[in-house]
């Protein structure tokens, strides 16, 4: 049956998780290309093949982004999570559980090179606990750790955006490349090929850089904005197994959340630690597990310890899940401070106390009786985004006196229109 055309385009924005796109993207906004320019394209071309051919002469191994490093008896072995032989498939409209199915196989040849006598069963241990057989655990089993995750005890990850690493002759050969074949000037090549040189070992780091566990993924960054070019992904370092969790015994439903919630914290906070931010598409590809048990383990998440975990629906409005803005007004109407507010939701400091001053702004606006729809145009937010500070208003401050005795404490002077 032929597969319809663009009915996966939710899974389709995966596509961009490659080297590739995001080179050429973070070429052309750095050299102001324009979006039709194929030149950067070229020239990250042209460089991911000399660094390859310079690499493969010098015995250097890397992961690609979404290739999870595994180690068994000193042997080290990447398993694809992501790769372009089977991605493209999804845009063709497969369906994802087919396109996983091909991804498996992948996977599973990857697994037996490193240990031959390996079972389908021993792949899912590792990325795909879901697919095990697991009894049903009680509704009133007890899924969550004792405490949230302390973020400050990860340790400390990251690619570091530095050149140097690939010597000057080995990108040679790419410059003759832009220069002979693509009219470029040869100070203007080469500033394009060290960049995308760059790029390359920002996304690619080599495998004794990262731990048995971890693997790199493309998130977007945490300063995304409207305007940003979506292919700007960040390169973040994802411990998605522990050396303990890789042998953890899975028998009940509720034994694949405990591990699905205690990764869902870690890697979130990993990411945030590195300026990145991952969606709920990602932790779904990531962890194997559906959007709803995703939703279901944050909130009850966040209900237990009052910890708003990273992730970019909360830090940067993407998708549907728990509204930021008005919990960090609860909280500060509860007593809690700006730092501990900001360690809660992981966010800056600043950024609570510009979520704060955007609720004193919509106070005095309630306060002066001016209407919704001007308040849209005197502060540039949205009408819902300001009717959930209007409701924690009626909510916190029932009468006129409870306002202005609350805006007073915010060292804020009224004076009463005529």
Known sequence: MEAKKGVNSRYATLLARDVLPVQTAHLKESFELAPASKLAEAACMATNQAIEAWEKNQGTRRLKPGELLLEQEGRKIAIPLLTQ?????????????AVRRELEMLQFLRLKELNPGASVEDLWHLVNQAELS????????????????????????????????????ALKPAIATLVDQWGARPAQAEGMVTLAAKLYTWCCPRVEELDPGQLVWLAHGTRK???TDPRLFQPVVL??????????????TADLKRLKIRQIERITAEAWRQDGVLTTLDLEWLLGISPSLIRQLLEAYHERFGVLLPTAGTV????????????????????????????????TPEAVDNYLRLFDRVLLLRYYHVPVSAMMRITGHSQSLLEEHLALVEKHFPDEESLVSYIGKRGIKLEKSS
Do not use: C, F
């Open 85 to 97: 032989e089977v991605l493209p498939h999804l845009k063709e409209g497969r369906s994802p559980r």
């Open 134 to 169: 697991l009894k049903r655990g009680g509704k009133s089993v007890e899924v969550l750790p004792e405490r949230p995750l302390d973020a400050e005890t990860l340790k400390p990850g990251g690619r570091q955006h530095v050149g140097g690493e690939i010597p000057p002759e």
């Open 225 to 227: 904005s409207r305007r």
């Open 239 to 252: 411990t998605l197994l522990t050396p303990e969790e890789q042998h953890w015994p899975l028998n009940t």
């Open 316 to 347: 940067l409005d993407m998708g549907r899940t728990l509204t930021h803005k008005a919990l960090v007004v609860e909280m500060a109407l509860e007593g809690l401070t700006t730092q501990e507010i900001a360690r809660r939701i992981y966010h």
